[in-house]
């Protein structure tokens, strides 16, 4: 089936594929894995609608790591120039211009409104109740990205999601792997798109056909356990008539090499701090005659870690403060499929993201490789992470130790958990995945907290500049510590 419609970026195969089976479909998933495009689909899927007069406006639903992207980035890149379309990004305590723009999504227009807000707002009165008026305003297309946040049917987020879809006209689901725990997991995405998508009214009647359910008894207590799964292939056989799936390694024509970032919030607790040495490090920075690089990049570093997690005193004791990055880490693991490497600046991250994975996948899965790392154990755990058939799936290292000399090609995903400003390292830390012998398309994910050090690092980064020059001259290092 032929599209009429004028891209704005010409489309990958795959992506076309996914638009030519979708676009007219009233509900649909797109189960497409992190870096093959499914932002550029649906944003494609909405303008085509658009164009066709059936929606006026669409609701893109995503994880707070996720949501200003679609702002930023994907909308403005994907959308095409003859779409004229207004978008106001959801937040409970809108400054001025915020509230302007969602008082503005109301007004009678022929513009594409598109209202882009996190999914943790579903938990409260407040953003359901906007976006309940907003729906019934308007001829809406509603789509979440990364569904397995709604994964949960008894989440409160997930009851009030499946609720308000019912008064949309179309719908959406986007996610690299809808099962990150179970099939049943499946249940409440499908149930968001409809709920007799499946051909069950309830997640316990779709239990009942494709889990193997026991009671159990504890004390005079008794439970229903699942102790395993059964019909999966009529499962599956139900998801293609409604879904689109992709890996990375079969879109022939991606590039080998594929950038994304995730954003961080910082939480009170951690801009108050952050706030505080930034004062403090300009205050001593001008106290003196003359600014050296190392007096700049060490307020940079200290800064920096309070973006991570943590504060180092003159003692050397290092700090906790309360922050969202591990979190985060964990979401990007339940979207993604395949061996990863974590790359993490400070020693006091890598220990604590060991600790967190070991709890959350066990301890065969992940592996540490740093300065503290045995040199008699390190070529084992190479061994052990570039074999296919190896459990252990997660390799924490920095760019200091693991950056230079080894082979990891077997990585399809490498995470740069805390980053580290020097050029020559982040490249050469790139390269132990993407060399001859990778098979797989490579993704690159940073984590960056928005308007911080962090932000300019990575920037720095990707645009291959030197940050100990670009600190220098004109108090270029103003811009980077206030």
């Known amino acids: 089936m032929e599209i009429n419609y004028k891209f704005k970026t010409k489309p990958y195969a795959h992506q076309l594929q996914a638009l030519k089976k979708s676009w007219k479909k009233h509900e649909y998933a797109y189960f497409m894995e992190m870096g093959t495009g499914k932002s550029k689909v649906l944003i494609d899927n909405i303008a085509i609608l658009y164009n066709k007069g059936v929606i006026n406006s669409a609701i893109i639903i995503a994880p707070k790591g996720v949501y200003r992207n679609w702002l930023e980035k994907e909308i403005p890149a994907h959308m095409p120039d003859h779409v004229e379309y207004k978008t106001a990004i959801w937040n409970p305590a809108p400054n001025k211009k915020q509230k302007k723009n969602l008082v503005e999504l109301f007004d009678p227009c022929y513009e594409l409104k598109i209202l882009i807000i996190n999914v943790e707002a579903f938990s409260t009165k407040k953003g359901v109740a906007y976006v309940d008026k907003f729906i019934m305003g308007n001829l809406c297309l509603m789509a979440v990205d990364e569904s397995t946040t709604i994964k949960n049917p008894k989440a409160q987020r ?17 996610t690299g792997f809808p099962v990150t725990r179970s099939p049943l997991d499946l249940y409440s995405q499908c149930a968001f798109l409809n709920t007799h998508l499946l051909g069950y009214g309830s997640f316990y009647s779709f239990q009942n056909r494709y889990a193997q359910v026991m009671n159990r008894k504890l004390g005079t207590h008794s439970f229903r356990q699942v102790v395993g799964y059964q019909n999966l292939e009529e499962l599956t056989s139900s998801l293609d008539s409604f879904s689109y799936r992709v890996l990375k390694k079969e879109c022939l024509d991606l590039p080998d090499k594929i950038y994304t ?27 003196n005659e003359t600014v050296s690089v190392t007096s700049i990049l060490t307020q940079i570093l200290r800064l920096h870690q309070v973006v991570c997690g943590f504060v180092k005193h003159d003692q050397g004791e290092e700090v906790e403060i309360k922050n969202n990055r591990l979190d985060e880490l964990i979401n990007i693991l339940q979207e993604t499929q395949g061996k990863t490497i974590i790359w993490a600046n400070y020693q006091y991250d890598i220990k604590r993201i060991l600790k967190t994975l070991q709890e959350f996948t066990g301890t065969d899965s992940v592996a540490t490789y740093y300065g503290e790392t045995p040199d008699e154990e390190r070529q084992e755990i190479i061994r052990r992470f570039q074999d296919p058939n190896s459990q252990l799936q997660y390799l924490i290292s920095n760019v200091q130790t693991g950056g230079y000399g080894i082979t990891l090609t077997e990585a399809k995903n490498v995470i740069y958990y805390s980053n580290n400003y020097d050029l020559e390292k982040r490249l050469q830390s790139e390269d132990r995945a993407h060399r001859i012998g990778q098979s797989n398309k490579v993704t690159y994910i940073d984590l960056v907290a928005k308007g911080t050090v962090d932000e300019k690092i990575v920037k720095a980064l990707r645009s291959k500049l030197n940050l100990a020059q670009e600190v220098l001259g004109d108090e270029k290092w103003k811009d980077w510590i206030k």
């Open 158 to 174: 997930t009851k009030n999601l499946i609720k308000l879809a019912v008064n949309t006209k179309y719908r959406r689901i986007l």
């Open 261 to 287: 970032t995730r954003e961080v919030e910082l939480t009170p607790e951690q801009k108050k701090v952050y706030k505080d040495i930034a004062k403090y490090a300009i205050a001593e920075l001008e106290s």
